[in-house]
């Protein structure tokens, strides 16, 4: 499966901004899809992460109650709507696919990765 993650661009701080990560070749609608962030010169870092249905969904302290995932497996298509955006949340974004139906919050536990979006937030 490749996965395509689009969205990004520059947002000034407080702002929004919805990503979305389409899947192409065959279907993830039977797997948990991550999302992860890397900012510059740090290591990746887990965002959050949804369930094959989505009716299960983990994020990260960092983002809780400002990020939201959610996915249509008939679009074949996850999204990460980001809100109140602080400059620290600048990175380029990743999407990911996990072999089953749930994942957690770990690199290893994914196994198809999308090539990532720039993410700039200005103060």
């Known amino acids: 499966v490749q996965l395509q993650a689009s969205g990004g661009g520059l947002v000034q701080a407080g702002g929004s901004l919805k990503l979305s990560c389409a899947a192409s070749?065959?279907?993830?609608?039977?797997?948990?899809v991550g999302w992860f962030r890397q900012a510059p010169g740090k290591e990746r870092e887990f965002v959050g992460t949804i369930s094959w249905r989505g009716g299960s969904t983990y994020y990260a302290d960092s983002v809780k109650g400002r990020f939201t995932i959610s996915r249509e497996n008939a679009k074949n298509t996850v999204y990460l709507q980001m809100s109140s955006l602080k400059p620290e949340d600048t990175a380029v974004y990743y999407c990911a696919s996990a072999p089953g139906a749930y994942s957690g919050s770990f690199v290893y536990q994914y196994n198809y990765w999308g090539q990532g979006t720039l993410v700039t937030v200005s103060s």
């Open positions: 070749g065959r279907t993830f609608s039977n797997n948990a």
